[in-house]
Antibody
Framework: QVQLVESGGGLVKPGGSLRVSCAAS????????MSWIRQAPGKGLEWISY????????NYADSVKGRFTISRDNAENSLYLQMDSLRAEDTAVYYC???????????????WGQGTLVTVSS | QSALTQPASVSGSPGQSITISCTGT?????????VSWYQHHPGKAPRVIIY???KRPSGVSDRFSGSKSGNTASLTISGLQAEDEADYYC???????????FGGGTKVTVL
């Protein structure tokens, strides 16, 4: 079945870096746009980045632009989010989510992973 | 503060209908028929239940329905069941640069 599994979360100090990963299975990963979405404790969801199926189209939310880098390895069926210059307000559960149709950037997400917690604290 | 405004909580008895509102602006909800809704049981992966305002993915119960009026979208759950107790989030397309914005979430309690 279609599955997304995030990993790599943990505790990091302000100003530090962390890379989270998303392992995809059950579908042809290379044909889908992928996104990262996060949820800070007690807050709503926030879309932070998407990447096209081939990796040549990328977009970021203003809140992470210049600090976070999305990438993918289609041979490894994996999505990544490199997070640099981390701040306390980046503390959140980070979800990866797939576009619902092949090749298309649609404005909804299906499916999602279960998330990985990133805590930024000294 | 989330871009879209949802009530923090809504409750209802089994069998009843409840409606969750999602208020945006003329730059998002009011400008596009592209609102999606997600159900999230804590600790699990969020699940889409409505997309493009009114459409249900296959496998989603027809007890869930979406609508929109002006800058406010709504999710109605009819015939409320215990398994519907979860957090619900709305999401709207907001243009090519911002892409999408989410609501702050609504906790649904089945009494």
């Amino acid at each position: 079945q279609v599955q997304l599994v995030e990993s790599g979360g943990g505790l990091v100090k302000p100003g530090g870096s962390l890379r989270v990963s998303c392992a995809a299975s059950g579908f042809t990963f290379s044909k889908y746009y992928m996104s990262w979405i996060r949820q800070a404790p007690g807050k709503g969801l926030e879309w932070i980045s998407y990447i096209s199926s081939s990796g040549d189209a990328i977009n970021y939310a203003d809140s992470v632009k210049g600090r976070f880098t999305i990438s993918r390895d289609n041979a490894e069926n994996s999505l990544y989010l490199q997070m640099d210059s981390l701040r306390a307000e980046d503390t959140a559960v980070y979800y990866c989510a797939r576009a619902p149709r092949q090749w298309l950037l649609l404005n909804w997400f299906d499916p999602w992973g279960q998330g990985t917690l990133v805590t930024v604290s000294s | 503060q989330s871009a879209l405004t949802q009530p923090a909580s809504v409750s209802g008895s089994p069998g009843q209908s409840i409606t969750i509102s999602c208020t945006g602006t003329s730059s998002d909800v009011g400008n596009y028929d592209l609102v999606s809704w997600y159900q999230h049981h804590p600790g699990k992966a969020p699940r889409v239940i409505i997309y493009e305002g009114t459409k249900r993915p296959s496998g989603v119960s027809d007890r869930f329905s979406g609508s929109k009026s002006g800058n406010t979208a709504s999710l109605t759950i009819s015939g409320l069941q215990a398994e519907d107790e979860a957090d619900y989030y709305c999401c709207s397309y907001a243009g090519s640069s911002i892409f999408v914005v989410f609501g702050g979430g609504t906790k649904v309690t089945v009494l």
